[in-house]
């Protein structure tokens, strides 16, 4: 990252030059770009491992959230960061990594979370999780489909104000945007229940605007607690998910 730039005659490195600033200099004086090492700091993968992230549509949800964390220990180690995973829902039985340089333990807790089954209402084991993490700062990324009520996920936030919190926003295009006609199932975010809808033209617009609202939403609870939202839809761009560790 780009600090500043010096007289050459401080800092002489040849390598460093920068050209615009010398020809501007009014005295002829040589500058040089003088560069601030980005530091490593520790990424967490804290997913959401209730029951709707069992859902199964166009794409199987939680096998997404575990790509979505093979990618992230790949990278987080590859820049030298270390890395973690904790999962967090109504399972009394989570996965707790603590972060490290290691990508093959990373790898590993990745292959132990795939044969996690999703289950439970609400993200109560959520909150242990982020007692879990301690109070030095740290980036997290959040991966959920944050399908609960708006309380919920602003008190998840809440819980997660000491870190750098990135939600990750797993959606399934057979949710957001159904068919004109079929049937849905759908679940209630509260008390957990399914039940089909039979989806037709009218109700299908109602429902896609509601899921836009939905993600509007987010990212106003998100505002000032967290990163804007990154919206994941079936499959994982894992250059954009490298970008987002480059930049932190």
């Given amino acids: 990252m780009l600090r500043d730039q010096a007289p050459f005659l401080r800092h002489p490195d040849a390598r460093r030059i920068d050209l615009r600033a010398t020809l501007r200099d009014p005295f002829g004086e040589t500058h040089v770009r003088r560069f601030e090492q980005r530091s490593a700091i520790d990424v967490y993968a804290f997913v959401d491992v209730s029951a709707s992230m069992g859902f199964v549509g166009a794409v199987d949800r939680f096998s997404v959230a575990c790509d979505i964390c093979a990618a992230l220990a790949f990278s987080a180690t590859r ?84 870190h750098d919190v990135v939600p990750v926003v797993l959606v399934d295009s057979s949710e957001s945007r159904p068919p004109r006609w079929g049937l849905l199932e759908v679940r209630d975010s509260e008390s957990g229940r399914r039940r089909l809808m039979l989806m037709r033209p009218a109700l299908q617009q109602r429902w896609m605007a509601q899921e836009a609202v939905r993600r509007q939403e987010l990212a106003h609870l998100a505002a000032g607690r967290a990163r804007a939202p990154i919206f994941i839809e079936d499959q994982l761009n894992s250059a954009a998910l490298s970008q987002h560790l480059i930049a932190a």
């Fill in 79 to 162: 820049i030298g960061d270390r890395f973690g995973v904790i999962s967090g829902g109504s399972s009394r039985s989570g996965i707790y990594l603590p972060a490290s340089r290691s990508r093959d333990a990373a790898l590993k807790a990745v292959e132990v979370l795939r044969h996690t089954l999703p289950s439970g209402i609400g993200a109560e084991s959520l909150f242990s999780g982020a007692r879990t993490l301690g109070g030095t700062r740290k980036l997290v990324m959040l991966i959920s489909d944050f399908r609960w009520a708006p309380g919920v996920i602003e008190s998840v936030f809440d819980a997660l104000a000491l």
